[in-house]
């Protein structure tokens, strides 16, 4: 455990995606790598099954809104590495009239309810899944209730803006 | 096995009938529905519902201050919220670049352990309710109250706790805290072994879970499995062991595993993981001793909150306090993920923030909602009854479910 430093991580995806995966830094350590959502799934399954990584266990999908941004979605994934004890986060960043990625419950089983989840909230289209409906919000729901158009308080409230604050 | 008949023949009666388990059953521990296709007593297929209690955590949290976070994660498994209180602690921490003293470490890892007992307990002794052993459950649940009141003691809530504060505790444990938490160390054990005893060669519950939705550990890594559950597959799998927090590389435990992934491996892991939580309590308690007794939060004015009095009479502490709660203080850039072990597997917290005052996106890996989308799939074929057992196995909280 543990013999896969971020360095040799960073080696190997450069030397076989060279041109399709940029490296976005390393916060808190954890290597974050950017794709676009052509490559998603063959990087998946590249860092699932490379006998050096073993990247087996995917930890988590989710998704964040950046409104002001042109490419305004980033899907975000968690892998870790329970041989080599290592994280991995990948990014996805989608435009906003075009949110279509493509699913990764073909790569694991339990990316189903992650990848609803993420569209209950987000709106964003997961190509090929097998059951995409809303999971934890009503079904008759229209809007996407994460994307930050829509506030959770009253937008006519002013006792909390900053410039009351002096900031 | 004779017990459990797992049908596969692909010729089932021509009239199914529909049984709506839940949403609210006794028998499903919390709000959510399954509309389970039954041929006689087998089921055929299954169609999970959830979110009867989503309150929209995540979205809350990106108009909350970090501090006022700490009371949404109580709601999510509200049978171990210190763990989740400081699962979030220490996320914010990790962002801010706090350290805490080893004390403020083995004092959380007190209460971590404790919550863990408790969760534990709960789910061990409702399993053998759900077998049809209501002793075990009523004799161990006075050890569930003794633990709420050391919670009562230390942060002086007992259910959802919001206990501690980032940067360590808001108050330090007094002499009542540290002689209940001796007697429940010294009582819990003769109980615990008891229970075990009634439950663990007791021939109706063996034959009740054995065998019952054994699951290997390649499906339970696919299906991205965390906590108990996988590590009785065989998983040996503990965020505890593999990615240390709160200073737990300073103790010695064990990650107990399983070996058949059914539900009697799953009660067999949680009770051993009990022992294991009083051995962590036990040497955290020895190294207390040795650490400056006074000290009881990181040395953050600006972060953690001055005592009241110092407000009221202190220049200084009404400066950081106010800028505490306005939210004035910068905080870096960045994005974070940080995990616990929770009562159920790997509780994440992925936190992206802005520099404001609250996070920019804030996300609960939970794990009740990872392990429970297997369950309609792992039902099929299987008897009703064991299907009751193996979702009171799974230890499914509809808080942390629905978030």
Not at chain 1, 130 to 156: G, S, T, W, Y
Not at chain 2, 9 to 15: G, L, S, V
Not at chain 2, 367 to 394: C, E, R
Request: hydrophobic share 40%; glycine share 6%.
């Amino acid at each position: 455990m543990g013999k896969l430093t971020n360095e040799d991580l960073l080696k190997k995806i450069n030397d076989k995606f060279k041109d399709s995966v940029t490296v976005l830094g390393e916060p808190f350590g954890l290597v974050t790598l950017e794709t676009g959502r052509e490559q998603i799934i063959e990087v998946l399954t590249w860092l699932k099954n490379e006998p050096a990584l073993q990247f087996n266990y995917l930890t988590d999908i989710t998704a964040i809104h950046y409104p002001e941004q042109e490419k305004s979605f980033g899907v975000i994934y968690h892998l870790h590495s329970l041989t080599n004890n290592v994280r991995v986060r990948l990014k996805v960043f989608l435009k906003g009239d075009d949110v279509h990625i493509p699913t990764a419950t073909v790569v694991w089983d339990g990316a189903n309810w992650m990848e609803r989840e993420t569209y209950d909230f987000f709106g964003v289209i997961f190509d090929g899944h097998p059951d995409l409906r809303r999971i934890l919000n009503v079904d008759d729901m229209e809007a996407f209730p994460m994307r930050k158009e829509h506030p959770l308080e009253d937008p006519n409230r002013v006792d909390k803006k900053d410039y009351f604050f002096g900031r | 096995m004779q017990n459990h008949p797992v049908y596969t023949d692909n010729d089932p009666q021509t009239e199914l009938s529909t049984l709506n388990l839940g949403p609210t059953h006794p028998a499903t521990h919390g709000v959510f529905q399954n509309v389970l296709q039954l041929d006689g007593e087998r089921i055929v297929s299954g169609v999970s519902t959830i979110g009867y209690i989503h309150r929209a955590f995540e979205k809350i949290a990106e108009h909350r201050p970090f501090y006022q976070i700490t009371p949404l994660t109580d709601r999510l498994n509200y049978c171990s919220s210190p763990i989740n209180n400081m699962g979030w602690h220490m996320t914010v921490e990790k962002l801010l670049g706090i350290e805490t003293p080893k004390r403020v470490d083995y004092l959380r890892i007190i209460i971590m352990e404790l919550a863990r007992i408790s969760d534990h307990l709960i789910c061990n002794s409702v399993l053998a309710v759900d077998t049809g052993a209501a002793t075990g459950f009523f004799y161990v649940m006075e050890y569930r109250e003794a633990i709420y009141e050391i919670y009562e003691e230390v942060c002086g809530s007992r259910l959802t706790t919001n206990i501690g504060r980032i940067g360590g505790f808001e108050r330090n444990f007094n002499a009542i805290a540290f002689s209940k938490l001796r007697k429940f160390l010294k009582e819990y054990p003769v109980v615990l072994k008891e229970f075990e005893n009634l439950t663990k060669r007791n021939r109706i519950f063996v034959d009740r879970t054995k065998d019952v939705a054994a699951v290997t550990a390649e499906t339970a890594l696919n299906y991205s499995w965390s906590g108990p559950i996988l590590r009785a597959t065989g998983v040996d799998y503990d965020v505890r062991a593999m990615e240390p927090y709160s200073s737990y590389e300073d103790f010695e435990f064990e990650v107990p595993v399983g070996e058949n992934g059914d539900v009697y491996s799953r009660y067999l892991v949680r009770n051993e993981e009990m022992w294991q939580s009083l051995r962590l309590i036990e040497q955290a308690l020895a190294k207390i001793e040795k650490e400056p007794s006074d000290i009881f939060h990181a040395d953050v004015p600006d972060f953690y909150l001055p005592p009241k009095e110092e407000v009221y009479n202190n220049m200084e502490a009404l400066i950081y306090h106010f800028k505490i709660v306005m939210g004035e203080i910068p905080t870096p850039n960045t994005e974070v993920y940080h995990a616990v072990e929770g009562g159920n597997g790997e509780l994440g917290f992925y936190l992206v923030n802005d520099g404001g005052r609250s996070p920019y996106r804030l996300h609960f890996r939970r794990p009740s909602f990872i392990n429970y989308q297997m369950y309609a799939p792992m039902s099929k074929g299987m008897l009703l009854s064991d299907a009751i057992i193996n979702m009171s196995s799974l230890n499914v909280i509809a808080g942390e479910l629905d978030a």
